[in-house]
């Protein structure tokens, strides 16, 4: 016996694989062994950058006496979540059904066929925290498993009907509407925390997808207050210490109810998201600091996220030397060391730095700073502002010095897929076309590295790859994010003046979008599976709605049909949107507030507009077509030698296009071509 880890390419797996624990990867391997041996599985799910997971390990998965227990009486099995998401989700789904919150990192016990029977999430060594020991609670696992077998059967069983009840849902009579994101709106506003943004209370999460909701009601129900959430929400993200001010880019969460003290991880997914609603904003309300958040996000992606192909790694570690934060955080004679005493001293004024501190970190029990900008009453003056840049300058330089957290730099389809389109939707927001270059690049190592081909020639996209290993097949969010980042470069590609790569963007959409229908579309319910048809590995499959920090694949899949029947003008693309939108109205209308990514997705739907820009001198009406609000437009641009789908509904009007013309249409009407950007500009005010 032995871990198995080191065959590993995850770097969360890699972690693990000196632990004296005899880890298993995921497979049928480890479960014929747990069948053969009559014993029960040990599964634990984390990911690299969890400070508590790296806390349970540490303390009881490096320990010999934890580990002999384990190995005594368990299969050991470790599963990154990230590189299987499908896994993850279905024995949290079942975690939920023991009553438990869910989290990582995430114990389960399963029958040696994979089904569990009982769960929690972070056990400590010692008794604590109002939680058992964790050898006890393996020993009393392993009694229950040999002398309760009657009890532990039932059990697995009743877990197994119960993610069958979640996963099937009851026909509807009423079908989804915008009235149902109507209602939500002002219920929404009061989970809303006026004062600091973000919902209300501890610990606060960006929530991209109810505030691109909030940012959508704004527009739908003609009311500032909406919007005004979001700015709210943005400016005091980017403000607090959730964001590097130093580096760029956002933490996961803060842990408190006003975004000073992060988990100090920073996420692929929450960036991409984060990036899309600061372009939304500035673009309505253009403020400096929306817009410099951006850049330096861009610029931490670029600088510390690409790999050498131009993909996107996955994430930073909330942990340096064991540490959470210390790479981060500052004492003040570290602080004077840099700048010097009065320099300090002036930097301290707008970043909340002191020599009392503003974080006391109890396990060496000193106070540090995180810096943030939330006691400020008024923005630094211009000059101000000026003195501040060579200071955080000379900061970042020592800061670079330090002991880095771990990247975890495992190539992702659909968190590249999430990147790619918020790159290309920024850059139409902010008018910078290098993010375009970013974006083509990316895609392009993603398409090298993980496309592969079906059994009948049909092309499909694997998962993830590290270290060489591919993990196939793919999921369901892989193929709808990628299909929605064809499509934004199919808009944009024209954007830079010039092709970046040779590429039909618009074939690769429709190629991804074919894959989630053949492998991923439950025929029973109609509605997408997260596993694909032919995953071997897993006990159900399951193809949960609501949201989650990383998009669910039906609210991506929908908004990329959406463009599709825009940029294709098939009929197909339309008649599936209203299937899957059909498929996932019990749920949405169930339990609206965990729907927001759908109900977005079904504002795209209905309330976008398509503008076909046509003629052979149509670079400004392109331009200016581009520059719309990226979540009310579809962009449709006809090559010279192009004609539109004979089912489009600006078929009847393109001879009308002359040298250069724009067309809005909208709900299968259009309006006559103008001629100018003065009168497409008032059009798109409309």
């Not at 892989?478 to 470069?489: E, I, K, P, V, Y």
Request: aromatic residues 8%; negative net charge; charged residues 25%.
């Amino acid at each position: 016996m032995s871990n198995e880890l080191a065959k590993a390419a995850s770097p969360y797996l890699l972690q693990h694989k000196d632990n004296p624990v005899h880890w298993r990867l995921w497979g049928p391997a480890a479960l014929a062994e747990a069948e053969a041996a009559n014993k029960p599985i040990l599964l634990s799910v984390g990911y690299a950058a969890c400070h508590w997971c790296h806390v349970m390990a540490h303390e009881s998965f490096e320990d010999p006496q934890t580990a002999a227990v384990m190995n005594e009486l368990f299969v050991n099995i470790k599963v990154d979540r990230e590189e299987r998401p499908d896994i993850d989700h279905i024995y949290m789904q079942a975690l939920h059904t023991f009553g438990e919150q869910g989290g990582w990192p995430m114990t389960m016990f399963l029958t040696p066929r994979g089904e569990p029977f009982w769960g929690g999430t972070y056990f400590p060594k010692e008794a604590r925290y109002g939680r058992p020991a964790f050898a006890t609670v393996l020993r009393s696992v392993a009694k229950a498993f040999r002398d309760e077998q009657g009890k532990i059967t039932s059990n697995a069983e009743a877990v197994r009907r119960s993610l069958g009840r979640i996963e099937s849902g009851e026909p509807s009579a009423a079908p989804l509407s915008l009235a149902v994101a109507d209602a939500l709106a002002p219920k929404l506003t009061d989970y809303v925390d006026p004062v600091d943004g973000g919902l209300r209370g501890a610990p606060k999460f960006p929530n991209p997808a109810i505030f691109e909701f909030l940012w959508r009601a704004g527009a739908r129900l003609d009311d500032q207050k909406y919007r005004d959430l979001v700015r709210l929400t943005l400016t005091k993200m980017s403000e607090g210490g959730i964001y590097d001010h130093l580096g760029g880019g956002y933490a996961r969460y803060s842990t408190d109810d006003r975004w000073l003290v992060p988990h100090f991880e920073k996420m692929l997914y929450d960036n991409a998201q984060i990036l899309e609603l600061l372009g939304l904003a500035w673009r309505e309300f253009g403020d400096d600091l929306l817009r410099q958040r951006a850049y330096e996000t861009v610029g931490w992606l670029t600088r510390e996220m690409t790999n050498a192909g131009g993909g996107f790694s996955a994430s930073l570690d909330a942990d340096s030397e064991g540490e959470e934060g210390k790479f981060y955080v500052w004492t003040w004679p570290e602080l004077v060391e840099v700048l010097g005493a009065e320099d300090a001293a002036f930097f301290g004024k707008f970043y909340n730095a002191s020599r009392i501190g503003n974080w006391a970190k109890e396990k060496h029990g000193r106070s540090v700073t995180i810096l943030n900008r939330l006691e400020l009453k008024l923005p630094p003056t211009a000059e101000e502002e000026a003195r501040l840049v060579p200071l955080k300058r000379k900061l970042f330089a020592v800061r670079e010095t330090r002991v880095h957290p771990g990247l975890d730099d495992k190539i992702m389809a659909d968190w590249n897929g999430l990147t790619i389109a918020a790159l290309v939707n920024s850059a139409t927001a902010f008018g910078e076309p290098r993010w375009i270059a970013l974006a083509t690049r990316a895609y392009h190592h993603v398409v090298e590295h993980l496309q592969f081909k079906d059994d009948d020639g049909a092309p499909r996209l694997a998962h993830s790859t590290r270290d060489g290993v591919v993990v196939k097949p793919g999921l369901a969010l892989d193929h709808a994010t990628m299909a929605r980042a064809a499509l934004a470069l199919h808009e944009a590609r024209h954007m830079t003046g010039a092709e970046l790569a040779p590429c039909d963007y618009l074939a690769d959409a429709v190629a991804w979008a074919e894959a989630l229908q053949r492998h991923h579309i439950e025929p029973e319910t109609g509605r997408v599976a997260m596993a694909a048809d032919d995953a071997k590995d897993i006990i159900i499959r399951l193809a949960p709605t609501a949201d989650d920090a990383i998009p669910n694949a039906h609210s991506v899949a929908l908004s990329a049909l959406a463009r599709l029947a825009a940029a294709t003008g098939e009929a197909k693309w339309r008649a599936r949107a209203d299937a899957l939108f059909a498929a996932v109205a019990p749920a949405v209308i169930a339990q609206p507030v965990g729907h927001a990514g759908i109900l977005n997705a079904l504002d795209l739907y209905l309330r976008a507009r398509e503008i076909v820009v046509a003629g052979p001198q149509r670079r400004e009406p392109y331009d200016a077509a581009l520059a719309a609000p990226f979540d009310t437009r579809m962009v449709l641009d006809l090559e010279p030698d192009a004609a539109l789908p004979p089912s489009h509904p600006a078929q009847a009007q393109i001879a009308a296009a002359g040298t250069a013309a724009a067309f809005v249409c909208s709900g299968g009407v259009c309006a006559l071509p103008v001629h100018d950007i003065a009168a497409l500009d008032a059009l798109l005010a409309h």
